[in-house]
């Protein structure tokens, strides 16, 4: 016998309002992230051009520029994951994902200059990634909550 987990409203809301953060989070990697001037450069030009000037090359703040080009497929495996029934798992690699991302993201904000810069860190990137990573993470509380036991099934044998 096992038992099945069906899920909510609660559950169901949760997942769009999830989703909806995992969105903001993929659609913020391409919004800038580094000002240059009059120039606007979203995370992954910037990840080129610390590569081109090999800032960080032989250190380990090189696998994380590696691993920041995995948001989205991460963000796939969790959809595809829900998808096929495995809420849990993906609910926790997105709780994951939004810890790390929106901790990046808050300390961006942070260290951001401002508007005024000719130099630094854009805001619209870190600010949305941030609201992102705060949606996901309210959102998988949600799932949690939202799922009821459902009646046990018969997991296998005769009609």
Do not use: H
């Amino acid at each position: 016998m096992t038992q099945t987990r069906a899920p909510t409203r609660l559950g169901i809301g949760a997942v769009c309002l999830a989703a909806a953060g995992l969105a903001l989070v993929a659609v913020s990697t391409f919004l800038p992230w580094v000002v240059s001037g009059t120039v606007l450069r979203d995370s992954y030009q910037s990840i080129s051009v610390i590569r081109a000037i090999k800032a960080v090359e032989g250190n380990p703040l090189e696998l994380v520029l590696d691993a920041w080009t995995m948001i989205i497929p991460m963000i796939t495996v969790c959809a595809v994951g829900y998808a096929l029934g495995f809420r849990r798992t993906a609910a926790t690699i997105s709780t994951i994902l939004a810890i790390i991302c929106g901790t990046i993201a808050g300390t961006a904000t942070v260290v951001g200059g401002g508007e005024d810069i000719s130099l630094g860190i854009a805001g619209t990137g870190p600010i949305v990634m941030l609201i992102g990573a705060v949606l996901t993470v309210i959102g998988v509380v949600g799932i949690f909550a939202g799922q009821r036991r459902g009646a046990t099934g018969d997991a296998g044998g005769e009609p």
